[in-house]
C-alpha cells in the first residue's frame, strides 16, 4: 500500500537549502561566475539554513512582508536524513536518508548572491512543507523525479531532479564532507531555474511526482491583522 | 551570581550550577568542574551569528564596518562545549579563532523595540566561532563549509543569567593561545549593540526562546594549530577552553 510509506511530518531537525543546483540555473547566470564578486564558480555546495519560525505547512498562508509586493517560489525536493551522515561516499549516501518531501523554499526575490540578507530567506513562514514524508524505499530514482509548479492553476514551472548539478546521493556526500547532516535534519537539493513569483491572493501548488503536492495561498503581512472594527 | 552549566558525569546529562568552585547537579549530587564532561550550556534553534560586527576586525581583515548588520546562521552540529576538540583538516592554512559574547534570548518575539530588548534577553555565554577561512567561497558568504563545521564554535562553560551582567555591553574579551594573549577588546565596540541586534532581528522574524545571537569579534585573531590551547574569556562570564585537533583523530 501507497499509504504504508508515508509518515507525519514532525521536524525538529535543522533544514537547510543550497544554492545553484539545477543546471539551467548554471546556464542562467552564465559567465558572471566568473566576474566579480564572485570570481569563479562554487567549489563545495553553498548552503543556507531555513530557521525554525520558517516552518510552514501544508494550506497555510505564505505571508508576504510589509513593503515587497512578490515571493519567489522555490519548489524544492526535501531530503529527509535517517541518521548521522558524516564523510559518506556517494555510493553509501542514500542509505542515510529517511525519505523524501515537498518543500516550498520562499525567497523575496533577489539577483545577488555575494552575501544576501539573511531578510530574503527567513521571514516567518517561508518554508512550507508538504504534510507527508515518503519512505526512501517508495522512491525508485529520486534523481527522475518531475516537478510540477502550479499558479491559481496554471503550470507555470516544470523541472525534473534529472536536472539537478549534483544528484541527490552526491549532494548529500559532498555536505557531509565539511559537516554532519543528523538524522532527522532536511537537505533542500535545489530551486529550479526561472522560479516562478506570487502575489497575495494567488494559489501555489508545488508537485513532485511520487513524493508530494503542497498547496499555499499566499497573502499580504497586512491581511494577517483583522482589527476590531471591521 | 549564578552560572548554570549542562554536563554529563555519572553516566547521564545534568543541568548543574556552580557552588564555590564545584558543580551542583539538580538531583543534589556535587561535583568537581574537572571530573565531568562540558556540554554547549543552551540548546538553541536559530543559532546568529554576525560578520563584522567591531570595526577594528573589519579593518583587520580589509573589509569596512557594514551599515546593516551581516547575519548569518549556524547549525547545532557546529556547537562543542568547553574542553572539547575542534578540528582543523591538514589542508587548512588561515584557521581563526573569534571570541565573542553569547546572547540567549528569553521567550518568543516579534517586533521588539530597542528600549525593549533587555527584556526578551535570558542571559549570556561565551562562544568561539572558529573560520577556515581557506574555505570561503563568494556565495553566500561566509558559507557553510567555512563556518558551519562540526564542532567548529566552542561555546560555554557556563550560561550566566542577565541580571548577573549589570553592564554587558562594557565586558573585556580575551583570547588566549598556549597561555599567551592574543586577542583583547571590549563589547563597548560592538558596531551594533545587542538592543539594536535584537531589534533589527526580531523587525523581520519571530525569535524564540534559547535562540542565541553571536555577537562578533574584535581585532586580535590569529592562525592556530593542531595541538593549540585556545581560551576565549570574557569577564563576569568564565573562560571558554578549546583544542585543536588534527584530521588523524578522525580517521580522516
Redesign the interface.
Known amino acids: 500500500m501507497y499509504t504504508a510509506k508515508l509518515k507525519q511530518v514532525y521536524f525538529k531537525g ?1 533544514i ?1 537549502g543550497v ?2 543546483n539545477f543546471q539551467g540555473q548554471l546556464e542562467a547566470i552564465g559567465k558572471a561566475l566568473q566576474e566579480k ?4 564558480p ?8 531555513k ?4 516552518l510552514n505547512s501544508h494550506r497555510k498562508p505564505v505571508v508576504i ?1 510589509k513593503g515587497e509586493s512578490e515571493i519567489q517560489v522555490g519548489a524544492a525536493l526535501g531530503v529527509v536524513l535517517g541518521k548521522n551522515a ?2 559518506v561516499s556517494v555510493k553509501d549516501a542514500l542509505d542515510y536518508v529517511d525519505g523524501y518531501t515537498a518543500v516550498n523554499d520562499v525567497s523575496i526575490p533577489h539577483y545577488n ?7 530574503n530567506k ?3 513562514g517561508f518554508c512550507p512543507v508538504a504534510p507527508m514524508i515518503v519512505k526512501r524505499t517508495g522512491v525508485a530514482n529520486p534523481d527522475q523525479l518531475q516537478i510540477l509548479v502550479y499558479v491559481n492553476g496554471e503550470l507555470v514551472q516544470e523541472n525534473n531532479t534529472k536536472n539537478l548539478v549534483r544528484s541527490v546521493a552526491q549532494l548529500v556526500s559532498d555536505v557531509s564532507e ?3 547532516l ?1 538524522k532527522g ?1 532536511m537537505l533542500l537539493v535545489g530551486v529550479p531555474e526561472e522560479a516562478p513569483l506570487a502575489k497575495a491572493g494567488d494559489e501555489v501548488r508545488i508537485e513532485i511526482d511520487g513524493v508530494g503536492v503542497l498547496e499555499n495561498n499566499i497573502i499580504n503581512e497586512k491581511d494577517t491583522f483583522t482589527g476590531g472594527d471591521s | 551570581m549564578m552560572r548554570h552549566a549542562r554536563v554529563a558525569c555519572f553516566g547521564s546529562v545534568h543541568d548543574a550550577v556552580e557552588i564555590d568552585g564545584r558543580l551542583k547537579l539538580t538531583d543534589g549530587r556535587v561535583v568537581k568542574p574537572a571530573d565531568v564532561v562540558w556540554l554547549p550550556p543552551i540548546q538553541p534553534e536559530t543559532i546568529f551569528a554576525l560578520g563584522l560586527n567591531y570595526a577594528d576586525h573589519a579593518n583587520e581583515i580589509s573589509f569596512k564596518a557594514p551599515n546593516e548588520p551581516l547575519v548569518f546562521l549556524k547549525g547545532p552540529n557546529a556547537l562543542v562545549g568547553h574542553n572539547g576538540q575542534s578540528r582543523r583538516p591538514v589542508d587548512a592554512t588561515h584557521m581563526h579563532y573569534e571570541c565573542e559574547l553569547a546572547v540567549v534570548i528569553s521567550e518568543t518575539a516579534r517586533n521588539i523595540s530597542y528600549d525593549d530588548a533587555y527584556d526578551y534577553v535570558a542571559g549570556y555565554t561565551i562562544a568561539n566561532d572558529y573560520v577556515i577561512r581557506d574555505y570561503l567561497e563568494n556565495y553566500y558568504r561566509p558559507n557553510l563549509a567555512a563556518k558551519n563545521r562540526d564542532d567548529l564554535t566552542p561555546i560555554g562553560p557556563y550560561f550566566v543569567d542577565k541580571d548577573d551582567i549589570s553592564y554587558p555591553m562594557q565586558l573585556g574579551l580575551r583570547t588566549y593561545v598556549n597561555g599567551e594573549l592574543k586577542q583583547e577588546g571590549s563589547t563597548r565596540d560592538m558596531v551594533f549593540d545587542i538592543p539594536y541586534l535584537i531589534e533589527y532581528l526580531s523587525s523581520f522574524m519571530t525569535l524564540n526562546e534559547s535562540d542565541v545571537i553571536l555577537t562578533g569579534t574584535p581585532k586580535g585573531t590569529v592562525h592556530v594549530y593542531e595541538g593549540d590551547e585556545v581560551v576565549t574569556e570574557i569577564e563576569g562570564i568564565g573562560a571558554l577552553k578549546n583544542t585543536i585537533v588534527g584530521d588523524s583523530v578522525f580517521a580522516r
Open positions: 535543522t537547510y544554492l545553484f564578486p564572485y570570481n569563479e562554487p567549489k563545495r555546495p553553498v548552503l543556507y539554513i530557521p525554525r519560525n520558517t512582508p558524516t564523510n548572491f555575494y552575501r544576501p540578507n539573511i531578510k527567513v521571514r516567518d565539511f559537516m554532519t543528523r535534519d
